[in-house]
């Protein structure tokens, strides 16, 4: 699918002869760039888990992270550009207390959704600011349950029941399609997104990295939160568990 | 002939309007003391419209995040408002989810900032705060008045009841008062209040807070006394009058 735009590239708001923007392509591939993001609707809640590639020694674990509350009731995991992805996070929790401000209740996930896809998508309208090399997974609960929406740089933003994006998407995506989502409890979710995210680094071509988890569910009392230290500690330990399984074959 | 109603610029700025002159629906006094295991504090449901008492059932002593509770008089929207203000702070407090939080000092510390701000506009938010909240052990116990005038004490209270409770906490609080005795003296000190303020009402809660964490008590009356000699023939000395 990839090929060279020559000329058709140079701004965002020019389009090729076959249709298509070329910046906002090349924004995504920043997003393929990064360390696998993951996501998952459970039938309690949502599990959103993150490959966190650490580039040096010297930084402290626990630092540096990837997935941030927006809200009470949401978060969200960043993949490509983290400072992009800064931005984007600020966006959505401006939008969330806005809301909620106005309208007296925790902002629906389809509404924050769609708030922030329209936002990115802004930034691919204007030859003067260049699009968002980052994408999102956006998770919460609110009274119509738990949902799972993912935001691209383009801008355009689906509904899931399981979503990944980043270096290992592909591999995730067929991980996450072989479980049975909807009978999953969140505890059980949390170390299956652990052994997919386990799954899909690959040892060789990338450096270390750090397991990155977080969960808004009935047992989190709908609140968006870190997964607790020893659940996350179990689902490392089962995760690497199956490696060596898969490795032994 | 010069109209003289144009106001010096350097006074008027575009939010004359929005200027707070005197506050409509009120609270009166909160009382806090700090006890053995934490802090008490204790505020009646009145809210005053004037000299009319037209709300019997608002909450004035409300938690603030994990280690606060917070108490108001004055006008009753303003709280409300400064408790926007509160959930808002608290709110990116947790979204950090970092295990740190903010203790009672630092919501004091954010209120009098807030207060005294406001007063340098000359747009204050008319009411005086009893902050109270223990953090790792440590208790804390502080107000701030619509100046932005701040304290820290063992003992607080606002409006009346810095003139009518006050000095009995002054002679009856101690370091190691435990619950009971601190709701006594409390209720001791309410009492007093319920008979010569005329804004305060006969229902009130109690928060406690404690490292624990907080509780706020269901609405409850105080028994009052009135079978005085002097109130059973007032007219007494007074041929006439009722």
Redesign the interface.
């Known amino acids: 699918m990839s090929s060279i735009g020559t000329g058709y590239d140079l701004s965002v708001t020019t389009f090729s002869p076959d249709g298509r923007v070329f910046q906002i392509e090349y924004a995504a591939k920043a997003v393929d760039n990064s360390g696998t993001v993951v996501g998952i609707k459970c039938k309690d809640g949502i599990v959103i888990g993150v490959e966190k590639l650490i580039a040096s020694k010297m930084m402290l674990s626990g630092s540096n992270r990837r997935i941030h509350s927006v809200h009470r009731h949401a978060g969200m995991g960043v993949a490509g550009l983290a400072a992009d992805g800064r931005q984007i996070v600020a966006r959505a929790k401006s939008e969330a207390h806005n809301y909620e401000s106005t309208y007296g209740e925790p902002i629906p996930i389809k509404e924050l959704a769609d708030r922030v896809a329209s936002y990115v998508h802004l930034c691919t309208l204007y030859w003067w600011l260049r699009p968002f090399g980052s994408g999102v997974i956006l998770g919460g609960y609110d009274r119509d349950g738990p949902q799972l929406y993912m935001v691209e740089p383009s801008g355009v933003s689906y509904r899931y029941f399981g979503a990944a994006i980043g270096k290992g998407r592909q591999a995730a995506k067929t991980e996450i399609e072989k479980l049975k989502l909807s009978e999953l409890t969140c505890r059980q979710g949390v170390i299956e997104v652990a052994k997919i995210i386990y799954g899909v680094h690959d040892e060789a071509k990338d450096k270390t990295f750090e397991l990155e988890m977080s969960w808004v569910c009935d047992e989190s009392n709908r609140q968006h939160q870190k997964v607790p230290e020893a659940l996350l500690e179990e689902a490392q330990a089962a995760a690497k568990a199956a490696l060596e399984e898969m490795d032994a074959d | 002939m010069v109209s003289s109603q144009n106001e010096s610029n350097l006074l008027s700025s575009e939010g004359d309007s929005q200027r707070t002159q005197y506050p409509y629906v009120t609270g009166t006094s909160v009382i806090g003391i700090k006890y053995k295991d934490g802090i008490l504090m204790a505020a009646d449901m009145g809210g005053s419209y004037g000299s009319t008492i037209r709300y019997k059932s608002v909450e004035r002593l409300k938690q603030v995040g994990k280690h606060s509770l917070i108490g108001a008089s004055g006008e009753i929207s303003d709280f409300q408002e400064i408790l ?1 203000y509160l959930d ?1 702070l608290i ?2 407090d ?2 950090w ?1 970092d295990g740190n939080s903010l203790g009672p000092k630092e919501v004091h510390n954010y209120l009098t900032r807030v207060m005294y701000n406001r007063r340098n506009k000359f747009d204050p938010l008319w009411n005086s705060l009893v902050l109270g909240g223990v953090k790792n052990g440590q208790k804390y116990l502080g107000s701030v008045s619509m100046i932005g005038v701040h304290f820290e004490d063992d003992h607080v209270a606002t409006g009346f009841g810095n003139h009518l409770a006050r000095p009995i906490l002054r002679e009856e609080w101690r370091e190691d008062l435990t619950f009971e005795e601190g709701v006594k003296l409390l209720e001791k000190c309410m009492r007093n209040l319920l008979y010569r303020d005329r804004s305060a009402v006969n229902k009130m809660q109690i928060a406690k807070i404690t490292e624990e964490g907080l509780t706020i008590s269901e609405p409850y009356s105080l028994k009052t006394f009135w079978n005085f000699a002097a109130f059973k023939n007032p007219t007494v000395g007074a041929e006439g009058s009722w």
Do not use: S, T
């Open positions: 926007r808002e709110l990116h947790n979204m989810d």
